[in-house]
């Protein structure tokens, strides 16, 4: 009875639990073989995330309005053992964007992966702001997502591609002197949830929201003001162009294969700071 008594004991005492750590290991070369789109990619973030796809295995068309800077993005992966081309590229014009289409094509293939990366930011008041001005920034900011669309769709669809766009947490806050910056950043991440809900079976759609990220726009803020900013901000500092790359990246990739629709913000919790 005894014995009988410590087996039903013993049956149902708890039993430790092994504890697996298990770490997502990256392939390097998720993206072989695909062809990659980087608008703005002569600097900060574009760069950056032009780099990163290349490191892993993408095939990289670098462009941006500046063509000096886009190849000189091109030439830094190139130079590391990656493939990348440089194209001139003002994205409020449609005919840059078939001038691009062609090049990709005939250079690199069909696409695979859109960043929409390429921004314009006119600081001032709304009444101080000309319609001209109002236009360019919407343009440049929002209506190129739409000639992105127009330009590689029947590749994307083909190839079940991605479309990341890079808004800004501008999208969720009003900031002073920011007012047709902030409202293409919010235009962005409506239609980007549109362009997801129009072409969800093939196509997945997602917008990354940067907070302060030290790029070249930075370059003629005071070092008070980014005290300012990174005080308000929880890591208390300044986010690396590379930390967008990152969701970026991870956005366009096979991990995030059940990921439309959404925004993926990246500012250090200055957006929780601000709730």
């Not at 990289?60 to 190139?78: F, G, H, Y």
């Not at 990348?84 to 003002?90: F, Q, V, Y």
């Not at 950043?185 to 990354?208: C, H, S």
Request: aromatic share 6%.
């Amino acid at each position: 009875m005894t014995w009988k008594r410590s087996l039903v004991q013993n049956q149902y005492r708890p039993q430790r639990l092994k504890i697996v750590r298990r770490y997502v290991q990256i392939d390097s070369n998720e993206f072989a073989n695909q062809v990659v789109l980087v608008t703005g990619a002569g600097s900060g973030i574009g760069a950056a995330t032009a780099k990163l796809f290349a490191k892993r295995g993408a095939k990289v068309a670098v462009t941006d309005i500046n063509l000096v800077s886009a190849q000189k993005t091109a030439a830094e992966i190139n130079n590391t053992g990656g493939n990348a081309i440089a194209i001139l590229h003002d994205v409020s014009n449609m005919t840059h964007w078939e001038n691009v289409r062609d090049e990709i094509h005939a250079k690199l293939g069909e696409l695979n992966v859109v960043h929409n990366n390429a921004f314009m930011k006119i600081e001032k008041s709304t009444n101080e702001t000309t319609i001209a001005e109002w236009e360019k920034q919407i343009s440049v900011n929002l209506v190129s997502m739409q000639m992105s669309v127009l330009t590689f769709l029947t590749d994307l669809k083909k190839n079940h591609g991605a479309i990341v766009n890079t808004s800004s947490i501008h999208a969720n806050f009003g900031f002073v002197h920011h007012g047709a910056y902030a409202a293409s950043k919010g235009g962005m991440v409506a239609f980007g949830r549109q362009l997801a809900v129009d072409y969800g079976p093939e196509i997945r759609v997602n917008t990354v929201l940067p907070g302060p990220i030290l790029t070249p726009i930075w370059d003629d803020t005071t070092d008070e003001y980014r005290n300012l900013v990174t005080s308000n901000t929880p890591l208390r500092r300044m986010g690396k162009p590379e930390e967008v790359a990152e969701a970026v990246c991870f956005l366009a990739s096979s991990r995030a294969s059940y990921i439309s629709g959404t925004t993926l913000t990246v500012d250090g919790g200055y957006t929780a700071e601000k709730a």
